[in-house]
């Protein structure tokens, strides 16, 4: 379509083109609080308020190839399946992941990791990590998104046991289990932002 070049002699003084901006703006505003103004009373909860996300009430859907927080993987009889290769920390280019290998009590097995961790401040989600394990033992398929303002910093490291328990219960409950885990958590932050939740 050819843009016009020209404005007309209305659109040049800008009182009309201004009063139609307020016009929309103002439609806007009202239509968007009327509905908000209907959804606390549990009425017309399928026309959207407005058109942001109302996070963390409301999350966008993430693509299947989204890489959530990490989890350790774990063998049938529930140890965990790290060989302490150290290839994931290699590969790491933000240098977040910290291990400490030591050797196993059972002679068939080489070595394990005494402390994993994950600096999750750090970390850019990049994945390298998972694609450098040898043994599927680490992987980020838990859809849930990093730790956005936990009350207690030292939270942002992940270590071993929170790392592993992510398998467990993703085992045990499912991916819908972690998503509400993680919403009630980011809604309790949002109502409470300085209240102290346990575990991460
Ligand atoms: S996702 Fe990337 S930055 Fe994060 S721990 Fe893995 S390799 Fe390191
Ligand atoms: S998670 Fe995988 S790559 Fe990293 S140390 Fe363990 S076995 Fe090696």
């Given amino acids: 379509m050819k843009r016009r070049e020209e404005m007309t002699f209305l659109e040049r003084i800008y009182i009309v083109e201004v009063l139609r901006g307020l016009g929309i703006t103002f439609g806007k505003l009202i239509r968007n609080f009327t509905l908000h103004l209907l959804h606390s009373l549990g009425v017309a909860k399928n026309v959207p308020a407005a058109a942001s996300i109302q996070y963390p009430n409301e999350r966008r859907p993430y693509p299947p190839r989204f890489r959530g ?59 390298y990590c998972v694609e450098a394990c040898p043994v599927d033992a680490i992987r980020m398929d838990t859809n849930i998104h990093p730790e956005v303002y936990p009350p207690d910093p030292r939270r942002f490291i992940e270590d071993k046991e929170v790392l592993m328990e992510r398998s467990r219960e993703l085992e045990d409950f499912g991916p819908h289990y972690l998503y509400e885990l993680h919403m009630k958590k980011m809604q309790e932050l949002e109502k409470d932002p300085f209240k102290s939740t346990p575990g991460a």
């Fill in 69 to 127: 927080r990490h989890r350790l993987t774990l063998k049938d009889n529930g140890d965990i399946k790290c060989t302490s290769c150290f290839l994931c920390a290699t590969a790491c280019p933000a240098r977040c992941i910290y291990i400490e290998a030591a050797e196993h009590e059972d002679p068939n097995i080489e070595k394990f990791p005494h402390r994993y961790e994950i600096d999750t401040l750090l970390c850019i989600y990049c994945g």
